[in-house]
């Protein structure tokens, strides 16, 4: 008998976002296409990363060439990855939902 092969941590995520991705694997049984799903939470972090470090360099806002406060693209950019991150982590269920304290919130209608 054969035993199952671990996957590799995708080589476009940043390194300690490799560590976290095979840390999930090893503690989770995952599908194919849940560690895929993994994987879009480990981009969606690494770009928000990446969002919050230009918008430590250059702020929140800008002025733009008439003038007017601007809100950083990064902003948006950081905004987004929190919400797709937070969205494949529970898709994934990667909390123990048999703890009342850590089930998901209830989405709102």
Not at 23 to 49: I, P, Y
Request: aromatic share 6%.
């Amino acid at each position: 008998m054969t035993t199952p092969k671990t996957p590799t941590a995708p080589s476009h995520l940043a390194a300690m976002t490799r560590r976290w991705w095979r840390s999930v694997v090893a503690d989770f049984q995952l599908e194919d296409h849940e560690q895929r799903l993994l994987t879009l939470a480990g981009e969606a972090w690494d770009m928000n990363v990446t969002a919050r470090t230009s918008l430590a360099k250059d702020g929140l806002t800008f002025r733009d060439d008439r003038g007017n406060i601007r809100s950083h693209p990064a902003v948006a950019i950081a905004r987004d990855a929190k919400t797709t991150f937070a969205r494949m982590v529970r898709e994934l269920r990667l909390v123990d939902v048999s703890e009342p304290s850590a089930r998901p919130p209830a989405l709102r209608r």
